[in-house]
Protein backbone atom coordinates (compact mmCIF):
# COMPACT_ATOMS: atom_id res chain seq x y z
CA UNK A 1 0.00 0.00 0.00
CA UNK A 2 1.35 3.58 -0.84
CA UNK A 3 2.21 5.96 2.14
CA UNK A 4 0.92 9.42 2.31
CA UNK A 5 3.03 11.05 -0.33
CA UNK A 6 3.19 15.20 -0.30
CA UNK A 7 4.00 17.48 -3.12
CA UNK A 8 5.73 18.94 -4.08
CA UNK A 9 8.59 18.71 -1.58
CA UNK A 10 10.48 21.86 -1.78
CA UNK A 11 8.78 25.50 -2.74
CA UNK A 12 10.56 29.00 -2.46
CA UNK A 13 8.48 31.71 -2.23
CA UNK A 14 8.33 35.08 -1.45
CA UNK A 15 7.10 37.28 1.05
CA UNK A 16 3.33 37.77 0.46
CA UNK A 17 2.76 35.53 -2.17
CA UNK A 18 0.19 32.30 -1.52
CA UNK A 19 1.30 28.41 -1.90
CA UNK A 20 -1.00 25.33 -2.42
CA UNK A 21 0.63 22.35 -1.02
CA UNK A 22 -0.87 18.84 -1.59
CA UNK A 23 -1.30 15.76 0.06
CA UNK A 24 -2.60 11.66 -1.19
CA UNK A 25 -3.44 9.89 1.92
CA UNK A 26 -3.37 6.24 2.20
CA UNK A 27 -5.81 4.56 0.51
CA UNK A 28 -9.15 3.85 2.30
CA UNK A 29 -8.17 6.85 4.68
CA UNK A 30 -10.58 9.50 5.02
CA UNK A 31 -8.89 11.90 7.44
CA UNK A 32 -6.21 13.58 6.78
CA UNK A 33 -4.46 16.29 9.30
CA UNK A 34 -2.06 18.91 8.91
CA UNK A 35 1.20 19.99 11.01
CA UNK A 36 3.87 22.55 10.61
CA UNK A 37 7.27 21.82 11.77
CA UNK A 38 9.79 23.97 13.41
CA UNK A 39 13.01 23.66 15.08
CA UNK A 40 11.63 26.36 17.57
CA UNK A 41 7.72 25.43 17.90
CA UNK A 42 8.14 21.52 17.16
CA UNK A 43 5.34 20.18 15.55
CA UNK A 44 2.08 22.72 15.33
CA UNK A 45 -1.36 20.91 14.65
CA UNK A 46 -3.53 23.15 11.93
CA UNK A 47 -6.43 21.57 11.34
CA UNK A 48 -7.69 18.13 10.27
CA UNK A 49 -10.35 17.25 7.62
CA UNK A 50 -12.65 13.78 7.40
CA UNK A 51 -15.38 13.42 4.83
CA UNK A 52 -14.56 16.21 3.05
CA UNK A 53 -15.44 18.56 6.34
CA UNK A 54 -12.96 20.48 8.16
CA UNK A 55 -13.23 18.72 11.61
CA UNK A 56 -10.56 20.01 13.99
CA UNK A 57 -8.69 23.47 13.46
CA UNK A 58 -5.79 24.78 15.18
CA UNK A 59 -4.44 27.94 16.44
CA UNK A 60 -3.28 28.99 13.67
CA UNK A 61 -4.17 32.42 11.66
CA UNK A 62 -7.03 32.41 8.99
CA UNK A 63 -4.62 32.74 6.33
CA UNK A 64 -3.63 28.98 6.72
CA UNK A 65 -6.79 27.26 5.13
CA UNK A 66 -7.33 23.87 3.41
CA UNK A 67 -9.70 21.65 2.02
CA UNK A 68 -10.26 18.05 0.88
CA UNK A 69 -11.81 16.29 -1.80
CA UNK A 70 -14.13 13.88 -2.17
CA UNK A 71 -11.25 11.30 -2.95
CA UNK A 72 -9.93 12.34 0.55
CA UNK A 73 -6.98 14.38 -1.23
CA UNK A 74 -6.50 17.21 0.76
CA UNK A 75 -4.88 20.21 -0.12
CA UNK A 76 -3.48 23.34 2.09
CA UNK A 77 -2.79 26.75 1.12
CA UNK A 78 -1.23 29.57 2.62
CA UNK A 79 -1.80 33.26 1.68
CA UNK A 80 0.56 36.34 2.24
CA UNK A 81 3.27 34.31 3.43
CA UNK A 82 5.37 35.62 6.11
CA UNK A 83 8.79 34.38 6.77
CA UNK A 84 7.88 33.55 9.62
CA UNK A 85 6.07 30.54 7.67
CA UNK A 86 9.03 28.77 6.40
CA UNK A 87 8.55 25.91 7.79
CA UNK A 88 8.42 21.89 7.21
CA UNK A 89 4.48 21.00 6.38
CA UNK A 90 3.47 17.73 6.95
CA UNK A 91 0.03 15.98 6.18
CA UNK A 92 -1.00 12.56 7.84
CA UNK A 93 -3.55 10.46 7.15
CA UNK A 94 -5.82 7.80 8.73
CA UNK A 95 -8.96 5.69 8.82
CA UNK A 96 -11.13 8.13 10.75
CA UNK A 97 -9.58 9.22 14.13
CA UNK A 98 -6.71 7.80 15.31
CA UNK A 99 -6.05 5.84 18.23
CA UNK A 100 -4.20 3.43 19.46
CA UNK A 101 -5.36 0.78 17.26
CA UNK A 102 -5.45 3.25 14.18
CA UNK A 103 -2.31 5.33 14.02
CA UNK A 104 -1.48 8.67 12.50
CA UNK A 105 0.77 8.27 9.43
CA UNK A 106 2.81 11.11 8.25
CA UNK A 107 4.09 11.78 4.54
CA UNK A 108 7.52 13.24 4.14
CA UNK A 109 6.07 16.71 4.26
CA UNK A 110 6.83 20.14 2.23
CA UNK A 111 9.57 22.16 3.35
CA UNK A 112 8.41 25.72 2.37
CA UNK A 113 10.95 28.83 2.84
CA UNK A 114 9.85 32.24 3.00
CA UNK A 115 12.45 34.93 0.99
CA UNK B 1 0.55 26.35 25.78
CA UNK B 2 2.81 23.13 25.49
CA UNK B 3 0.63 20.47 26.97
CA UNK B 4 3.39 17.52 26.56
CA UNK B 5 6.86 18.25 28.17
CA UNK B 6 9.87 16.26 26.63
CA UNK B 7 13.75 16.23 27.98
CA UNK B 8 16.81 16.06 27.22
CA UNK B 9 16.88 17.93 24.01
CA UNK B 10 19.75 16.12 23.17
CA UNK B 11 21.32 12.89 23.79
CA UNK B 12 24.89 11.83 22.78
CA UNK B 13 25.16 7.57 23.67
CA UNK B 14 27.24 4.60 23.15
CA UNK B 15 26.69 1.96 20.88
CA UNK B 16 25.28 -0.81 22.76
CA UNK B 17 24.46 1.60 25.81
CA UNK B 18 20.75 2.48 27.04
CA UNK B 19 18.59 5.79 25.77
CA UNK B 20 16.39 7.23 27.77
CA UNK B 21 14.06 10.23 26.47
CA UNK B 22 11.38 11.31 29.49
CA UNK B 23 7.52 12.98 28.89
CA UNK B 24 5.31 14.67 30.91
CA UNK B 25 1.67 15.75 30.40
CA UNK B 26 -0.55 17.48 32.18
CA UNK B 27 -4.08 17.32 30.59
CA UNK B 28 -5.91 14.15 32.09
CA UNK B 29 -7.94 13.67 29.12
CA UNK B 30 -5.08 12.19 27.01
CA UNK B 31 -6.09 8.47 26.13
CA UNK B 32 -3.17 6.57 24.06
CA UNK B 33 0.40 7.96 24.29
CA UNK B 34 2.65 7.05 20.54
CA UNK B 35 6.49 7.85 19.90
CA UNK B 36 7.58 8.96 16.91
CA UNK B 37 10.90 8.79 15.04
CA UNK B 38 12.42 11.03 12.72
CA UNK B 39 14.80 10.33 10.14
CA UNK B 40 16.40 13.93 8.38
CA UNK B 41 14.46 14.59 5.17
CA UNK B 42 11.67 12.20 6.40
CA UNK B 43 8.27 12.31 7.96
CA UNK B 44 7.77 10.82 11.78
CA UNK B 45 6.79 7.53 11.59
CA UNK B 46 5.32 5.77 14.58
CA UNK B 47 7.78 3.46 16.69
CA UNK B 48 5.57 2.15 19.50
CA UNK B 49 2.57 3.33 21.38
CA UNK B 50 1.20 2.68 24.93
CA UNK B 51 -2.58 2.86 26.36
CA UNK B 52 -2.83 5.22 29.99
CA UNK B 53 -4.27 1.41 31.50
CA UNK B 54 -0.80 -0.26 30.72
CA UNK B 55 2.45 0.59 32.50
CA UNK B 56 5.38 -1.36 29.90
CA UNK B 57 5.09 -2.17 26.77
CA UNK B 58 8.09 -3.21 24.78
CA UNK B 59 8.65 -4.14 21.14
CA UNK B 60 11.72 -5.37 20.39
CA UNK B 61 14.30 -3.14 21.86
CA UNK B 62 11.87 -0.06 22.34
CA UNK B 63 10.00 0.19 25.63
CA UNK B 64 7.83 2.65 26.82
CA UNK B 65 7.31 2.86 30.93
CA UNK B 66 4.43 4.84 31.72
CA UNK B 67 3.24 6.19 35.27
CA UNK B 68 -0.29 7.41 35.05
CA UNK B 69 -0.39 8.96 38.51
CA UNK B 70 2.83 10.96 38.14
CA UNK B 71 1.63 11.61 34.75
CA UNK B 72 4.92 10.43 32.92
CA UNK B 73 6.54 8.31 30.45
CA UNK B 74 9.32 7.49 28.60
CA UNK B 75 11.10 5.66 26.07
CA UNK B 76 13.65 3.25 26.37
CA UNK B 77 16.15 1.80 23.60
CA UNK B 78 18.10 -1.11 25.00
CA UNK B 79 21.40 -1.83 22.52
CA UNK B 80 21.31 1.18 21.23
CA UNK B 81 22.97 1.52 17.82
CA UNK B 82 23.94 4.02 15.21
CA UNK B 83 20.82 3.09 12.88
CA UNK B 84 18.74 4.97 16.08
CA UNK B 85 19.61 7.93 15.56
CA UNK B 86 17.31 10.22 14.88
CA UNK B 87 15.07 12.66 16.40
CA UNK B 88 12.06 11.33 18.98
CA UNK B 89 9.16 12.68 19.67
CA UNK B 90 6.44 11.86 22.26
CA UNK B 91 3.02 12.48 21.94
CA UNK B 92 -0.61 12.52 23.62
CA UNK B 93 -3.60 12.00 22.05
CA UNK B 94 -7.00 12.83 23.01
CA UNK B 95 -10.84 12.58 21.49
CA UNK B 96 -12.64 16.36 20.47
CA UNK B 97 -15.92 16.57 21.18
CA UNK B 98 -16.32 17.92 17.27
CA UNK B 99 -15.38 14.36 16.47
CA UNK B 100 -11.81 12.70 15.82
CA UNK B 101 -8.49 13.07 17.92
CA UNK B 102 -5.88 15.54 18.63
CA UNK B 103 -2.51 14.86 18.81
CA UNK B 104 -0.25 16.98 20.81
CA UNK B 105 3.63 16.43 20.64
CA UNK B 106 7.14 17.13 22.78
CA UNK B 107 9.20 19.31 21.28
CA UNK B 108 11.63 16.12 20.43
CA UNK B 109 14.67 14.34 21.20
CA UNK B 110 17.96 14.51 18.93
CA UNK B 111 19.82 11.15 19.76
CA UNK B 112 23.06 10.10 18.10
CA UNK B 113 24.53 7.08 18.81
CA UNK B 114 28.43 6.73 18.63
CA UNK B 115 30.26 3.92 17.89
Known amino acids: KAGVTQTPRYLIKTRGQQVTLSCSPI?????VSWYQQTPGQGLQFLFE???????NKGNFPGRFSGRQFSNSRSEMNVSTLELGDSALYLC??????????????FGNGTRLTVT | QQQVKQSPQSLIVQKGGISIINCAYE??????FPWYQQFPGKGPALLIA?????SEKKEGRFTISFNKSAKQFSLHIMDSQPGDSATYFC??????????????FGTGTQLKVEL
Open chain 1, 92 to 105: ASSPGGYSYNSPLH
Open chain 1, 27 to 31: SGHRS
Open chain 1, 49 to 55: YFSETQR
Open chain 2, 27 to 32: NTAFDY
Open chain 2, 50 to 54: IRPDV
Open chain 2, 91 to 104: AASRKLTGGGNKLT
